[in-house]
């Protein structure tokens, strides 16, 4: 706990007045619930969980100025953290950079759209340039979220993807350092 508290207290610290959001994978910050407090005593723009439910933080993320963002894999989960207290959801295909879930993006996300209302829908996972977001939006969606794309163009602070040419940027399921499939970007 006062390791991972360390490093985030570092991390904030680093990004000094930065307009910035905070991300949790929920099941982490199950087993340190504290550093919810200290990412809420920075006021981010957003906070953002995924991978596990969200009820046991909406209600202390709830204050105006900080939205709760939930990126989910599944319908059911998406309507569950509509439940719990998400205002935006984030639908995640198997496309997606990092472990996810079994549905492609662009099947998931107009049906996430049907299923929440009128709570935004950001899709992501293989969406790497404007025709992606153009389909996206075609599907519902209120906007995208670009994750190997936007470490293959140094938009991630202390991330770098070497010796991958954009223009042939490619999401694939590729074995990782931990032994499971994972979605990353690689060159063909
Ligand atoms: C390098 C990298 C690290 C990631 N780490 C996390 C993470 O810690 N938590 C999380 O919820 N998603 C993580 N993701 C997944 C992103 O939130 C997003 O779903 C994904 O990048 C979208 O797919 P794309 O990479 O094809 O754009 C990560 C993605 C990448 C590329």
């Known amino acids: 706990m006062s390791d991972n508290k360390e490093w985030l207290e570092r991390e ?10 905070i991300g949790f994978i929920s099941w ?29 933080f909406a209600p202390q993320i709830r204050r105006p100025g900080i939205p709760l963002i939930a990126q989910i894999q599944t319908v059911a989960q998406a309507t569950a953290a509509v439940n719990e207290g998400a205002q935006f959801i984030v639908a995640q295909g198997t496309e997606a950079g990092g472990h996810g879930g079994t549905r492609s993006t662009f099947p998931l996300v107009p049906a996430v759209v049907d299923a929440v209302g009128n709570i935004p829908v950001i899709a992501t996972g293989g969406i790497a340039d ?59």
């Open 28 to 56: 982490a910050l199950q087993k340190c619930p504290d550093l919810l407090n200290v990412a809420l005593a920075r006021e981010p723009k957003a906070i953002f969980l995924s991978f596990g439910e969200i009820r046991s």
């Open 12 to 21: 904030l610290l680093a990004a000094g007045n930065a307009p910035i959001a």
């Open 130 to 188: 404007g025709r992606g977001l153009a389909a996206a939006l075609m599907l519902g969606a209120a906007g995208v979220l670009c994750g190997n794309a936007a470490a293959e163009h140094g938009q991630v602070p202390g991330l770098t993807l070497k010796g991958i040419v954009p223009k042939d940027f490619f999401t694939g399921m590729l074995c990782c350092f931990d032994g499971r499939q994972r979605a990353t970007s690689q060159n063909i």
